[in-house]
C-alpha cells in the first residue's frame, strides 16, 4: 500500500463510511431556519450510528448541495472547515471531499487536520456541471505549499454523473493518474452516487495500478456483495446503502451500518 495509506490504515481494506453534511448555506435546498447549528445537529446524529457500527475511517461531504457546481464560495470552505472541526472523530481517521472543487477540499483538509481527500483531479469530463476538467498538478503543488505532505489524496478516475471527454479506458486513465498525477490511491465509481460500477471495470483498474497503490470501490457498495468486491477492491468507500431506505439524503440506518461491516469482514482485514 502506497505510504500515506499505509500510514493511515496498515494492510487492511479500509472501510470508509460517507457523512453527508446537509445543504450549506447559499444553496438551493439550505435549511435556514435550523442555520449552521441544524446542519452539525445532523451530522452528529449520522455519525454516532457509523460509529456504533465500527467503520475504520469516516468522510466529510457536502452531498446536500445539489445542483453541484465547480467553483466553491468562502462561505462553503468555512462552513464545511466548522463542521468538521466540530464534528471530527479524532479516535479515527477521517477525511474530505467537496463536490466538485477540488481546492476547497484540500483547504478543508488543511484547516481541519483531515488524513485524506477524495476528488476527481485527472482528465476531461462533460458533465452535469458542465466541461470538467482535473487539477492536479495544482492541487499537489497546493499540498506541498501549505506543508500538508501526510494527506493522502484518492483520486477518482470514473466519477458520477459525467463521462469522459477522450477514448483512454478507466484503467489506462488508473494508470496514468499513478505514473503522472501521484495518485495516492485509485477509486472506481458508478455513473452516479449509490450505483456500483461493473465489475470487470474494477478488475480491469484493479490490475492496470501498481499493486502498492490500493484502489478502492468508490459507489454502489451494498451489504449483499461488499464481501465479492472486496476480493478484488483494496477497500470501499460506502454512503448510499447505509441510509433509511437506501437513499442517499435520508438520515443514517444504524441497522443498515452494522449489517454492511459485519458483511464486509468477512474479506476486509485480509
Not at 468538521?84 to 477540499?105: K, Y
Request: net charge negative; aromatic share 6%; with cysteine.
Amino acid at each position: 500500500m502506497s505510504q500515506r495509506m499505509q500510514q493511515l490504515f496498515g494492510d487492511r481494506k479500509p472501510l470508509i463510511a460517507m457523512v453527508h453534511v446537509p445543504p450549506l448555506p447559499g444553496t438551493p435546498l439550505y435549511d435556514a431556519r435550523a442555520g449552521v447549528g441544524g446542519l452539525i445537529s445532523a451530522v452528529q446524529r449520522d455519525l454516532e450510528l457509523l460509529l456504533e457500527a465500527g467503520f475504520d475511517a469516516y468522510m466529510f461531504c457536502n452531498e446536500g448541495d445539489r445542483p453541484y457546481q465547480l467553483k466553491a464560495g468562502p462561505e462553503a470552505a468555512a462552513v464545511m472547515a466548522r463542521v468538521v472541526t466540530e464534528c471530527a472523530p479524532r479516535e479515527h481517521p477521517f477525511g474530505v471531499d467537496f463536490l466538485w472543487d477540488a481546492s476547497c477540499a484540500l483547504a478543508v483538509a488543511v484547516a481541519t487536520g483531515a488524513g485524506f481527500m477524495r476528488e476527481v483531479l485527472t482528465g476531461a469530463w462533460e458533465s452535469d456541471m458542465g466541461l470538467w476538467q482535473g487539477e492536479a498538478a495544482h492541487v499537489l503543488r497546493e499540498r506541498r505549499r501549505l506543508d500538508a505532505e501526510d494527506l493522502a489524496i484518492m483520486m477518482n478516475v470514473t466519477p458520477e454523473f459525467a463521462s469522459p471527454i477522450g477514448r483512454r479506458s478507466p484503467a489506462e486513465a488508473a494508470r496514468s493518474a499513478v505514473v503522472s498525477s501521484l495518485a495516492d490511491a485509485i477509486l472506481v465509481s458508478g455513473p452516479m452516487a449509490g450505483a456500483e460500477p461493473g465489475r470487470a471495470t474494477l478488475e480491469e483498474v484493479r490490475e492496470a495500478v501498481p499493486p502498492e497503490v490500493p484502489v478502492l470501490l468508490n459507489t454502489g457498495a451494498r451489504a449483499e456483495t461488499i464481501a465479492d468486491y472486496l476480493r478484488v477492491a483494496d477497500g470501499c468507500i460506502v454512503g448510499s446503502y447505509l441510509k433509511v431506505d437506501g437513499y442517499t439524503w435520508n438520515p443514517v440506518d444504524g441497522e443498515r451500518a452494522r449489517r454492511f461491516v459485519e458483511s464486509a469482514r468477512e474479506v476486509s482485514v485480509a
